[in-house]
């Protein structure tokens, strides 16, 4: 099939799949679920056959449909995909709700479309946006910093800080390690009691959690051994086993705060004694995006304005419309609006921003049946292990259930696809096997699936590899963005 050429994405008969040379067996895929005696298991020469007979019944269709809209009035909204089932009842949902799909070659060449220019909710996709923007304002090496500061002066010969210990930051990563290893770094410095209280900034975040109060709260009780809950015993643990650091481990770090804990930004007059920096933000945004972490998402978005400074930003940077794009939230929570063609520039443009700094899509972003998270069961069979790279986005109630998939498909024949389809109103669970038939079916045309090249790396270690830096007696006095 030529690049010019299109391929219809409806479904156009009730239940055969075509999909059955998987894995060198007679069986069906595991995203399919229908019973295997319904389907038809063929040759890979008559497999061949089918899809070709299949791609010219396509395009008739695909004609006939193009000359039926012709002659109707443009309609603001996606129209339903035909089902192929008997209509639901009320209490049913449909099977495939309404759907948009946009697959081009990497030189812009229309391989598959369908209502590309209609709006739906992206759901999780949304974080790629955010992923841009980020790239693009932050850059790929970023480092969040968390810092300690303090009021008082420190007895060394007893190890007793006399005065209130601060925390400022934003780093959307923080966790119970990270605070333990705070902890070791403050022993280093000879500090081991703190007689004043402890002060985390408003903007401070914890074990994912929004609330600066309950984040000060496991804070102050991680610092201090006595306290310390056994799930941030056995992180510490876990990381520094992996990364081989056995004197961390002969050791174990403790600061006692003898005081209470409150949220108050750091006073004018503190100190400086650390700054804690996290894994960089490309290592961040490859956890982020595999496991689809909201949190996340919105917090690297605030770092970077927020969803109006971030439509902003890609309306100029993509020159869209006024309308193109609507964004309640840059983690795809709640009503996002965005049409396939959109996304695609916008994939696109995340594309060509890893390439300025020598990255790929997959530094960033998660590989079907390889990296741990959202495409980790999907794409499993040994064909077509590693072939898509892609974000995820689900919904399960917002627009009657939103389902998108995007990213990137590897044929045989060496080509690399980009597609999004965005799937709403209908099943989660049958718009995913849906789109992951439609990946498949575009593969097999070109000869089969063939795997990316990539190196996986260890998912729970991106997130450790943090710099401390020792501070100052004269540093300056901490600014407003490090309240």
């Known amino acids: 099939?030529?690049?010019?050429?299109?391929?219809?994405?409806?479904?156009?008969?009730?239940?055969?799949?075509?999909?059955?040379?998987?894995d060198g067996a007679r069986r069906v895929p595991p995203h399919l679920t229908f019973p295997e005696h319904e389907l038809e298991f063929l040759s890979k020469p008559e497999m061949t056959t089918r899809l070709k007979r299949l791609l010219g019944t396509t395009m008739i269709l695909f004609v006939a449909c193009l000359s039926a809209i012709a002659q109707q009035e443009s309609r603001p909204f996606p129209v339903a995909s035909p089902s192929p089932s008997p209509s639901p009842s009320e209490t049913a949902r449909p099977l495939y709700g309404v759907q948009g799909v946009l697959v081009e070659t990497l030189d812009g060449q229309v391989v598959s479309s369908q209502s590309e220019n209609d709006q739906f909710n992206p759901a999780s996709t949304m974080k790629l946006a955010t992923a841009l923007v980020a790239l693009k304002t932050l850059g790929p090496d970023h480092r969040f910093a968390t810092a300690v500061w303090t009021d008082g002066q420190l007895d060394k010969t007893t190890g007793v800080l006399n005065?209130?210990?601060?925390?400022?930051?934003?780093?959307?990563?923080?966790?119970?390690?990270?605070?333990?290893?705070?902890?070791r770094e403050l022993n280093n410095l000879g500090i081991k009691h703190v007689t004043g209280d402890l002060f985390v900034a408003p903007g401070f975040t914890m074990n994912f959690s929004w609330s600066a109060t309950r984040s000060g709260e496991r804070f102050y009780d991680t610092l201090d051994a006595t306290l310390r809950p056994a799930a941030a015993v056995q992180a510490w643990n876990y990381e520094r086993t992996l990364l081989n650091d056995r004197a961390s481990l002969?050791?174990?770090?403790?600061?006692?705060?003898l005081g209470g804990v409150a949220v108050?930004?750091?006073?004018?007059?503190?100190?400086?004694?650390?700054?804690?920096?996290?894994?960089?933000?490309?290592?961040?945004?490859?956890?982020?995006?595999?496991?689809?972490?909201?949190?996340?998402?919105?917090?690297?978005?605030?770092s970077i304005g927020g969803p109006d400074s971030v439509r902003q930003q890609l309306t100029a940077m993509l020159q869209l419309g006024p309308e193109d794009l609507r964004i309640a939230t840059l983690s795809g929570l709640g009503v996002n609006r965005i049409s396939p063609r959109v996304m695609m520039k916008i994939?696109?443009?995340?594309?060509?921003?890893?390439?300025?700094?020598?990255?790929?899509?997959?530094?960033?972003?998660?590989v079907a049946g390889?990296?741990?998270?959202?495409?980790?069961?999907?794409?499993?069979?040994?064909?077509?292990r590693g072939s898509v790279i892609a974000k995820t986005g689900t919904l399960l109630r917002t627009d009657g259930g939103a389902s998108s998939l995007v990213g990137q498909m590897r044929t045989a024949n060496g080509e690399t696809l980009l597609f999004v389809i965005m799937n709403q109103r209908g099943s989660v669970s049958?718009?995913?096997?849906?789109?992951?038939?439609?990946v498949m079916l575009v593969q097999n045309t070109r000869g089969g699936p063939k795997a990316f090249d990539y190196k996986p790396s260890m998912l729970s270690m991106q997130l450790s590899h943090t710099e401390v830096v020792a501070g100052d007696e004269e540093f300056e006095s901490p600014s407003k963005s490090q309240q």
């Open 250 to 257: 002969e050791k174990v770090p403790s600061v006692a705060v």
């Open 430 to 438: 049958r718009f995913r096997e849906n789109q992951d038939y439609l």
């Open 163 to 183: 005065g209130n210990l601060y925390i400022s930051g934003r780093d959307p990563s923080f966790h119970y390690e990270h605070a333990i290893l705070i902890a």
């Open 264 to 302: 108050a930004p750091v006073p004018p007059a503190a100190r400086l004694l650390l700054t804690q920096k996290s894994s960089k933000l490309v290592d961040i945004l490859k956890v982020l995006l595999c496991y689809s972490n909201n949190f996340m998402a919105d917090r690297i978005g605030d």
């Open 347 to 366: 994939y696109r443009a995340l594309i060509a921003e890893l390439q300025k700094h020598r990255l790929t899509p997959s530094a960033i972003m998660p």
């Open 1 to 22: 099939m030529s690049g010019s050429e299109t391929l219809s994405t409806n479904s156009l008969v009730n239940r055969v799949i075509y999909v059955v040379w998987y």
């Open 370 to 384: 390889i990296d741990p998270g959202t495409l980790e069961d999907r794409f499993t069979g040994l064909p077509w």
